[in-house]
């Protein structure tokens, strides 16, 4: 009998340690799924060219990740920037001309409906600055953990510009185009920020995209995520478009894009040019160099496919998650450089996060300083890092000088709105030129191989992830082992004479 109870005893052990097992693995699963935390867009568009407008429904699986309770969520509108009588500009003065060739034209989204998962309306209103914003006002609170599933009916139309959100004379550029949610930040609410003509005026959280998009067939189709299918019925073509922890998405169409193809350590890097393009082979293996060099400085490119794309654009480059549009108005000689520029937003603002509005120079310092790596590493192009560096201290200096010739004082802190920048120049230089002298200065504390060693974890910390100012010193700090805090804060408070 004891003998019996014993060998019975020990196999009872042992299957309840089997069974502990089996009940725990999907727990174990669940844990290391970090996806189960992003909100998931699935967006049905269709394009439609006789009216340059884009139709769609939108489900949104929205998760609240935060500590307090939700009665409403917010989107951003921002086709409405582009509604006539704004108050807010899409672009400065001085770029008119250039992003609006024909005279001023103008775009907006339509709300046509809001319901819950069961297609019961729900109650929302579009209001804010320019009608930024919509509120979807939730059928029952919505507490920390928890996610809903909202239904988003909407027409966007497109303006005649040359401009992130228009359509030009070569492509189509379809971004900021569907309402995406507003980051909610602790103790502070959500981000409601109107557009702006400074710099890129978004600020998103990572999520799933699973995109059905129909447009005619005689388009070709350059967006964001992985192409999973192509459905060609009586001249449209259907495409099912996938990306996983993306920040946003964009679109580009064009009848002129012609394609070429790169593999750079398992990523396919597509260029899209146009049809006669003379350096097309020459622009995508440049591209391919980009991505290798900065997988090797930074971290790798954690998706499957980089999508580089000529359009016409108002500004130089624009970067969206696995796409970056170049400017056609570029000229040949600073190419090169705008796309090494763009692709280096793959890590500084895709993968890093940061609020693009309130902290633009997080991404474009680091961007424009990575440009800065690129070159340094690659000497065959002619840029030597020194004289980039002693280049941007003059424009710098001279800058500074202009400003308080003419106002009689300049204001030279850098973590700022981007309403707060008073001019476009004075945003470029605080950003962009500051950025890239500020961490050039420190990699001069810190010496080269601590500085990449510490961008390298920043990458790798903050992946997935919106970093602010604070966390960007902590993990600077902690990762070369030496506070910084009082350095890099007396950069961005303008405290530091540049001399
Ligand atoms: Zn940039």
Sequence with gaps: MKKFLRKHFVKIIIACILLAIVVSIPFIFKQSNESLSYNNYTLSLTYNDNLKTIEGEEEVCYFNNSNNAFSS????????????????????????????????SYGKIEILQVTDQFDSPLEFSVGGEDNNILEVVLPEILYPDESINIKISFVSSLPNANHRYGYGENTINIANFYPI?????????????????????????????????????????????????????????????????????????????????????????????????????????FAGECVKTYNSLFGKYPYSVLNVVKANFVHGGMEYPNIVLISDSVSAKDYKYVIAHEIAHQW?????????????????GLAEYSTYLFFEEHDEYGLSYNNMISNALSNYKFFVQVYENVNGTVDTSMDRALDQFATEPEYVQLTYTKGVLLFDNLREMLGKDKFLKALKELYQDYAYQNISPAELIASLSSSSNRNLEKVIKSWIDGEVVIA
């Design 348 to 364: 500084w603002y895709g993968v890093v996060g940061t609020n693009q509005y309130q902290h633009a120079w997080i991404d474009e």
């Design 73 to 104: 969520l917010y989107f951003h509108l921002y086709p409405n920037a582009f509604a006539e009588g704004t108050t807010s500009k899409v672009v400065s003065n001085n770029n008119f001309d250039k992003a609006f060739p024909n005279g001023a």
């Design 181 to 285: 949610a507003c980051v909610y930040q602790d103790g502070e609410g959500f981000f409601t920020q109107p557009y702006h003509s400074n710099g890129d005026p978004f600020y998103s959280d990572v999520a799933n995209y699973n995109v059905n998009l129909t447009a005619p067939s005689t388009f070709v189709v350059a967006s964001s995520g992985e192409q999973i299918s192509k459905v060609e019925n009586d001249g449209e073509t259907s495409y099912n478009i996938c990306g996983e922890k993306i920040r946003d998405f964009c679109i580009v169409l064009s009848q002129k894009f012609e394609i070429f193809s790169t593999t750079v350590d398992g990523i396919t890097i597509n260029y899209f040019g146009y049809q006669g393009d003379k350096d097309m082979q020459e622009d995508v293996d």
